[in-house]
């Protein structure tokens, strides 16, 4: 089991940047594959960005594709997400999700989930 805790998210202007991070517990992170997903109000869960247990594979949203960019560090039990050239429709709350690799169907079905980070972007 793994315990994912958000952090980063605050109010930015349009066209600025953020970085998120997701800090994990437990000793087998890396062999979890991970996402971030982000819910705007009124809106379902969408996902935004994935990454592999050893982060050679990385998928992201037709929307932030670009702009944003997911990585992670397995030394730190940490996985990130590099948010730049933030639009107002990128506010959300933020979740980190973790699947362990041998089931990870990289867009959906993510077991464990974080809490949560407001990003607001401003025009």
């Known amino acids: 089991q793994v315990q994912l805790v958000e952090s980063g998210g605050g109010l930015v202007q349009a066209g600025g940047s953020l970085r998120l991070s997701c800090a994990a517990s437990g000793r087998t992170f890396s062999s979890y594959a991970m996402g971030w997903f982000r819910q705007a109000p009124g809106k379902v869960r969408e996902f935004v960005a994935a990454i592999s247990w050893s982060g050679a594979a990385t998928y992201y949203a037709d929307s932030v594709k670009g702009r944003f960019t997911i990585s992670r560090d397995n030394a730190k039990n940490t996985v990130y997400l590099q948010m730049n050239s933030l639009k107002p429709e990128d506010t959300a709350v933020f979740y980190c999700?973790?699947?362990?690799?041998?089931?990870?169907?990289?867009?959906?079905?993510?077991?464990?989930w974080g809490q949560g980070t407001q990003v607001t972007v401003s025009s």
């Open positions: 999700a973790a699947e362990p690799s041998s089931s990870w169907a990289i867009y959906r079905d993510y077991d464990y």
